[in-house]
């Protein structure tokens, strides 16, 4: 299989375990709370822009990131 | 978060690069920073992250590793949880440089007078090797897509491939190519009309202005003459109880006020 190919199956790939770690909203929150109980705010990032994070929101635990990227 | 995590020169196309883990108590309103140290083959540089400090994030991360472990379990794999961000990290990295048609990264110096995340000194772009680009280091090709199609994919629940992937060559690797970003805007300028189609359009749009103010001078003038004529009008009652008398030629006959004698045309 050529890069060209294994290309597409790593961007499917990674847009599902973007989906895994991440739920989408609307999804089941299969990670509610995600994070320690004390911890009220948490962010994985990489020079500044924030990939996956979540926040205390009304009571409940809001994922917030940014997706990418969607297969060429 | 502002004031956290620049690195202007931290790229997967280094030797080390770093992962920010920011995170806050509840009872704290400041937060914390800790960074997740990788080399190029996914593992972590322990000669840079301590081990404390590993076992803070994994303790703060604990119920997302966990059910990451479980569905692991399930597809009977085991995972390495930063071996998978990591390659989550690096493959989005390389991905998204590969969408815009290159293979190597260049970073840039922040400004001296630096206050925010964003601002960078263009002039002295720092252009780094394509040696630790995932697609072209067949030896990091040969790891991520080892860790691909034996622990991501399972943990997804993919099928997993039957061929393997071609080890990378001069051909056989991603290439850098010309994008191009395409923009589309609506584009009007202004000219002269020709002198008809000029006095149509303004005739046709003051009509609609001139036409509106007419009706409403109109309306006014009417409402106002109405009303100064209900004024003028002698009321049923004394019509029936007064009379008046014709100065000009004394007749007796009444006359109306505001009239004219029925005898002389005296106005009275």
């Known amino acids: ?72 | 978060m502002a004031g956290f995590g620049l690195h202007t020169q931290n790229t997967p196309a280094q030797d080390s690069w770093v992962v920010n883990v920011v995170y806050e108590y509840q009872n704290e309103t400041m937060p914390h920073k800790i960074d997740i140290n990788f080399v190029p083959d996914g593992t972590i540089d322990f000669s840079k992250t301590k081990k404390s400090d590993l076992e803070i994030v994994n303790t703060v991360m604990q119920p997302m590793i966990t059910n990451v472990e479980i569905a692991a379990m399930r597809q009977g794999i085991v995972v390495d949880f930063w071996r998978v961000v990591n390659w989550l990290f690096v493959s989005s990295y390389w991905a998204l440089l590969a969408d815009l048609g290159q293979t190597t990264a260049t970073t840039y110096p922040s400004l001296p007078s630096f206050q925010g995340y964003y601002l960078m000194d263009f002039s002295s772009p720092v252009h780094h090797p394509e040696t630790n680009n995932i697609w072209v280091n067949d030896t990091l090709y040969g790891i991520y897509s080892e860790l691909l199609l034996g622990t991501i994919m399972p943990l997804l629940g993919s099928p997993v491939p039957l061929a393997t992937f071609a080890p990378l060559n001069e051909t056989n690797r991603i290439h850098p190519t010309t994008t191009t970003f395409w923009r589309t805007y609506i584009c009007s300028v202004r000219e002269l009309k020709a002198p008809l189609p000029a006095m149509v359009s303004i005739i046709v749009s003051e009509y609609a202005f001139v036409k509106g103010a007419y009706g409403l001078f109109i309306f006014l003038a009417s409402w106002y003459e109405k009303r100064k004529y209900r004024q003028r009008m002698v009321p049923f009652p004394i019509l029936l109880t007064t009379g008046n008398v014709c100065e000009g030629c004394d007749s007796d006959d009444t006359v109306l006020l505001d009239a004219c004698c029925d005898r002389c045309r005296h106005y009275v």
């Open chain 1, 1 to 72: 299989m050529t890069v060209d190919l294994a290309y597409i199956l790593w961007m499917q790939s990674l847009s599902g375990l973007l989906d895994l770690v991440i739920p989408s909203e609307g999804q089941s929150l299969v990670y509610e709370p995600p994070i320690a109980n004390n911890v009220s705010s948490f962010s994985l990032s990489f020079n500044g822009p924030i990939l996956m994070s979540w926040e205390e929101a009304n009571g409940r635990v809001r994922p917030t990131y940014a997706k990418y990227p969607s297969p060429r």
